[in-house]
């Protein structure tokens, strides 16, 4: 990552994870552009610490273009409100979204996109058990695509598949495996946007695909673990490494 970028855009910051990178931001120097799909929550998103917040419908393509004009860095919390699209699919912002997303950053030159992913998907799908893959089939199907058109963006990528969110306070402690049948169980929405928030300032985070959990949150016996130091300084805070 440049030690210029400078300018970060939120995508989906008006969801729970998209709220708590703007909490992770808010404290830095970087300029954080905030997107939601509703007029009513600009002044919510500006009173988090958002720089600025455009209103942005991600299925129209002129609008991912310009959500992303001048930004440096995507940190994509894309996903689709609870429902029966979860299974039954139809137009699901997880992949037409995100991939005007990809499309438009390319254009853009982004230097790293990161993605919220989640255990389930693709390789990962070990990690949550058949019946919750069922109900939120066409979700996966959408993200499993979502990530395939990062990688062949040929920009920078960190995808990040978390396990089951939770709106607990941040653990700090993040099991983080890699090579999808690695971990399973739970996360805090607050340590998935620190690890987001972290990944484009860590190279070795560059073009890799980690499923993470909590330590307190683990289910079963995880494979696979990997150690990443996570650079943090940007953000403010300490280095901290995933150890196993």
């Not at 855009?9 to 300029?31: F, H, I, K, Y």
């Not at 455009?54 to 992303?68: C, G, L, Q």
């Not at 996109?113 to 949550?128: D, H, N, T, W, Y």
Request: one cysteine or more.
């Amino acid at each position: 990552m440049s030690a210029t970028a400078d300018r970060v855009l939120v995508a989906g910051a008006s969801g729970d994870t998209g709220r708590e990178l703007l909490a992770v931001l808010r404290p830095t120097d970087l300029r954080v552009r905030a997107t939601t799909r509703s007029y009513a929550d600009v002044d919510a998103l500006e009173r988090l610490g958002a720089d600025e917040v455009e209103v942005v419908d991600f299925f129209d393509s002129a609008d991912a273009v310009r959500a992303v004009a001048d930004c440096d860095i995507v940190l994509c919390a894309l996903g689709t409100s609870p429902g029966l699209r979860h299974a039954v699919g139809g137009k699901l912002v997880d992949r037409t979204g995100v991939v005007n997303l990809v499309t438009a950053s390319v254009g853009a030159d982004v230097d790293h996109f990161v993605l919220e992913s989640a255990i389930g998907v693709g390789s990962s799908k070990a990690g949550m058990p058949l019946p919750g893959r069922l109900l939120v089939r066409a979700t996966l199907k959408a993200k499993q695509d979502a990530e395939a058109a990062i990688r062949r963006s040929g920009i920078g990528y960190t995808i990040v598949r978390p396990g089951k969110l939770t709106d607990d306070p941040p653990s700090e402690d993040v099991l983080v495996g890699e090579g999808g049948d690695s971990v399973s169980g739970s996360i805090p929405r607050a340590d998935v946007a620190r690890v987001m928030a972290a990944a484009p300032f860590t190279t070795e985070a560059r073009n890799r695909t980690f499923e993470v959990v909590s330590r307190s949150g683990l289910a079963g016996t995880p494979s696979n673990l990997v150690e990443i130091e996570w650079d943090r300084e940007r953000l403010g805070l300490e280095h901290e490494r995933a150890s196993p």
